[in-house]
T-cell receptor, first 116, second 111 residues
């Protein structure tokens, strides 16, 4: 149980275009979803926290107009990278939490974004 | 959340116990110690967590010192599949707490 999927697993896009990444909790309802970004050889950096039906809370330094997060249901959150640039190339990982406890947080397999 | 300090890398022979240390000297009374690992190009995987008592599950054991300022994750019989980056995270278990990942320890299991 407690499986989180991401789609696509990898994507290549041209500079200036937008890319949408989906995060789904397959067998549970997620009260909260998180989006992380990981550059090569670096740790995961939290980008934003979203609760179903409300606006996402972005971490300091993350542009909310560039990284649009929609958490429309208890099983789906989407991250849209708008007007992507090569520096946005990264590994994007989502996680979903069933309750309020940290051990109830499950991570997706990640999406590799390459902007050319 | 309290800051954690881990060695950047460690090697361990296959079949031996891997002992991964973590210092968290500023941990507060309501903060838990969590361990996650990340195998290359995958999402993090939960391993174990604890407050002050030692914990064991099917994956690992967690030993927390009495003063709670440090802990050790033990993988009892390491296999090649245990090669990963291991993250020690300290966070509260209440409310909307966030997992903040540090640099972790890159564990390499050697055949």
């Amino acid at each position: 149980g407690a499986v989180v999927s991401q789609h696509p697993s990898w994507v290549i896009c041209k500079s200036g275009t937008s890319v949408k990444i989906e995060c789904r909790s397959l067998d549970f309802q997620a009260t909260t979803m998180f989006w992380y970004r990981q550059f090569p050889k670096q740790s995961l950096m939290l980008m934003a926290t979203s609760n179903e039906g409300s606006k996402a809370t972005y971490e300091q330094g993350v542009e909310k107009d560039k990284f649009l997060i929609n958490h429309a249901s208890l099983t789906l959150s989407t991250l849209t990278v708008t007007s992507a640039h090569p520096e946005d190339s990264s590994f994007y990982i989502c996680s979903a939490r069933t309750g309020s406890r940290s051990y109830e947080q499950y991570f997706g397999p990640g999406t590799r974004l390459t902007v050319t | 959340d309290a800051k954690t300090t881990q060695p950047p890398s460690m090697d361990c022979a296959e079949g031996r116990a891997a002992n991964l240390p973590c210092n968290h000297s500023t941990i507060s009374g309501n903060e838990y110690v969590y361990w996650y690992r990340q195998i290359h190009s995958q999402g993090p995987q939960y391993i174990i967590h604890g407050l002050k008592n030692n914990e064991t599950n099917e994956m690992a054991s967690l030993i927390i010192t009495e003063d709670r300022k440090s802990s050790t994750l033990i993988l009892p019989h390491a296999t090649l599949r245990d090669t990963a980056v291991y993250y020690c995270i300290v966070t509260s278990n209440f409310g909307n707490e966030k997992l903040t990942f540090g640099t972790g320890t890159r564990l390499t299991i050697i055949p």
